[in-house]
């Protein structure tokens, strides 16, 4: 298995079936601050759920599609990051993020972030990495920012969820946006 380190307490690294009830209680614990963005904090309510979500994206993966990793920060499972699409013929790829609260504000999402951009550009060929969140998640949008996306349009009434359609931001970041950004940053 690799790890990606992120700080010096902190590393990037998948998240696989065998991590069901380690991730089944981190949802369980976080579920009131995940869920208002991410249906599945909503619907992940046992291991067996979760570890059949979670071996979905490692079927996913090993078809070179979708993928899932965690964050851990001193070896605790804080957050995590996916490819919620990752169309390699397309050249296409979807990032979508989680973070516990208390590990916010250290820059985890970014730099995961930012590694899966890196791999998926230069090791992948994905030529176009988007990122989608609704208007109210403020966060979201900062984070999108921050990796030097652009706000590509808004998808109205895209989301249904909990009854309500919500309207949905597309973020999006170019292969050549991507590296006339990172020129010259060292790649680990």
């Not at 998948?14 to 976080?30: D, Q």
């Not at 995940?34 to 059949?52: F, G, K, V, Y």
Request: overall charge negative; hydrophobic content about 40%.
């Amino acid at each position: 298995m690799f790890t990606f380190p992120l700080t010096d307490t902190a590393e990037l690294c998948p998240l696989e079936p065998h991590h069901a009830p380690e991730f089944a209680a981190f949802i369980e614990r976080h579920r009131t601050h995940l869920s208002p963005w991410l249906p599945w904090a909503a619907r992940l309510t046992d291991e067996p759920l979760t570890r059949a979500w979670l071996q979905r994206y490692a079927d996913d993966t090993a078809h070179d599609g979708p993928r899932i990793y965690a964050i851990r920060l001193d070896g605790e499972l804080v957050g995590g990051t996916l490819f919620r699409t990752f169309d390699v013929r397309f050249g296409t790829a979807e990032i979508g993020v989680w973070l516990a609260p208390d590990a916010q504000g250290h820059g985890l999402i970014t730099r995961a972030a930012q590694r899966m951009i890196t791999w998926a550009v230069e090791e992948r060929g994905i030529n176009r990495v988007e990122w989608r969140t609704v208007p109210a998640n403020a966060r979201s949008i900062a984070c999108a920012k921050r990796l030097g996306m652009t706000l590509d349009g808004v998808l109205r009434e895209a989301f249904p969820y909990r009854g309500e359609n919500h309207d949905v931001q597309v973020y999006s970041l170019l292969a050549s946006e991507w590296r006339e950004t990172n020129a010259g940053t060292p790649r680990r």
